[in-house]
């Protein structure tokens, strides 16, 4: 089993930045795609980004593309989302999860950090 652990968020008014980090424990955090998630209230968890086992691809949602940016750092068993130009429809708790590969389930899930963007 893999334990992720996100932290980040906080309050920000629109157009500021967040970044948010997941740490990620087990001795194979390499093999595992690595995606984003987030859930605003009374609305579906949707996804947000994510990035392969190496950090060498990456994809967006439509919604968040050319604001957000994932990334990685294998060494440290962190995962990054740094957040650019924040608007208030970005307010959400934002899950960090793994997969085996791409196109698979993500099987595993952090318990998420909550991201509030006032205007």
């Known amino acids: 089993q893999v334990q992720l652990v996100e932290s980040g968020g906080g309050l920000v008014q629109a157009g500021d930045s967040l970044r948010l980090s997941c740490a990620a424990s087990g001795r194979t955090f390499s093999r595992y795609v690595m995606g984003w998630f987030r859930q605003a209230p009374g609305k579906e968890r949707e996804f947000v980004a994510g990035i392969a086992g190496s950090g060498g691809t990456s994809y967006y949602a439509d919604s968040v593309k050319g604001r957000f940016t994932i990334s990685r750092d294998n060494a440290k068993n962190t995962v990054y989302l740094q957040m650019n130009s924040l608007k208030p429809e970005d307010t959400a708790l934002y899950y960090c999860?793994?997969?085996?590969?791409?196109?698979?389930?993500?099987?595993?899930w952090g318990q998420g950090t909550q991201v509030t963007v006032s205007s």
């Open positions: 999860a793994a997969s085996t590969g791409w196109a698979k389930m993500y099987e595993y």
